[in-house]
């Protein structure tokens, strides 16, 4: 089964510092690994996506994650938080099967930016 | 191009009532899920759809949770007899297959069960 962890339920920042939010996953096969933001009362958009090839993948709004596969790690990062980077981040990990490609998600990082 | 479209977007229903959540899938997605959000459960898959079958309902929490998808297009999830812990907000997703591609949600229909 596969899982994914989230340290840090609430992250702050101020402004143009560097925005770090972890995520370690759990799988049995290599895994597709996402993330998503989710503004108040909207639903999930995806900042980026790993499923084959290069490691570090760059996503829109300046974030990237690199795929660390010895550390099963797929951390967010962006090198200058803004205030509209605040929002609610989920790391979710799936797993192609005959079931579909259902998302198994963190329970996520509210990110704050303080000026 | 239109997103995924879900209504209604607020439900207050009474309890033991049953009610119906509707999407609207993105032109041409083959696939499409149901998730649920609440706050003690965070995200959680309900149910997959490929096509108008659904491979997967492992999801699911109850017998009372039922959901068909027609014309490969939209879908219906159905919640008979609600209780107070099925208050939540129901996302639906569709994507083009099954393989890699990303799901792209819709915004959500918050169900409040008094």
């Known amino acids: 089964a596969q899982s994914v962890t989230q340290l840090g339920s609430h992250v702050s920042v101020s402004e143009g510092a560097l925005v770090l939010l972890r995520c370690n996953y759990s799988?049995?096969?290599?895994?597709?690994l996402f993330w998503y933001v989710q503004y108040p009362n909207q639903g999930l958009q995806l900042l980026l996506k790993?499923?084959?090839?290069?490691?570090l993948v760059k996503g829109i709004n300046g974030f990237e994650a690199e795929f660390k596969k010895s550390e099963t790690s797929f951390h967010l990062t962006k090198p200058s938080a803004h205030m509209s980077d605040a929002a609610e981040y989920f790391c979710?990990?799936?797993?192609?099967?005959?079931?579909?490609?259902?998302?198994?998600f963190g329970t996520g990082t509210q990110l704050k930016v303080e000026l | 191009g239109a997103g995924v479209s879900q209504s209604p977007s607020n439900k207050v229903t009474e309890k033991g009532k049953d009610v119906e959540l509707r999407c609207d899938p993105i032109?041409?997605?083959?696939?499409l899920y149901w998730y649920r959000q609440s706050l003690g459960q965070g995200l959680e898959f309900l149910i997959y759809?490929?096509?108008?079958?659904?491979?997967?309902k492992s999801g699911l929490p109850s017998d009372r949770f039922s959901a068909e998808r027609t014309g490969g297009s939209v879908s219906t999830l159905t919640i008979q007899r609600t209780q107070q812990e099925d208050s939540a907000v129901y996302l639906c997703?569709?994507?083009?297959?099954?393989?890699?591609?990303?799901?792209?949600f819709g915004p959500g229909t918050r169900l409040t069960v008094t």
């Open positions: 997703a569709s994507s083009f297959s099954q393989g890699g591609y990303e799901q792209y």
């Open positions: 799988s049995s096969v290599p895994p597709y």
């Open positions: 790993y499923t084959t090839g290069a490691t």
């Open positions: 979710a990990v799936s797993e192609l099967t005959g079931g579909g490609n259902k998302l198994t």
């Open positions: 032109s041409g997605h083959t696939a």
């Open positions: 759809f490929q096509g108008n079958s659904a491979p997967d």
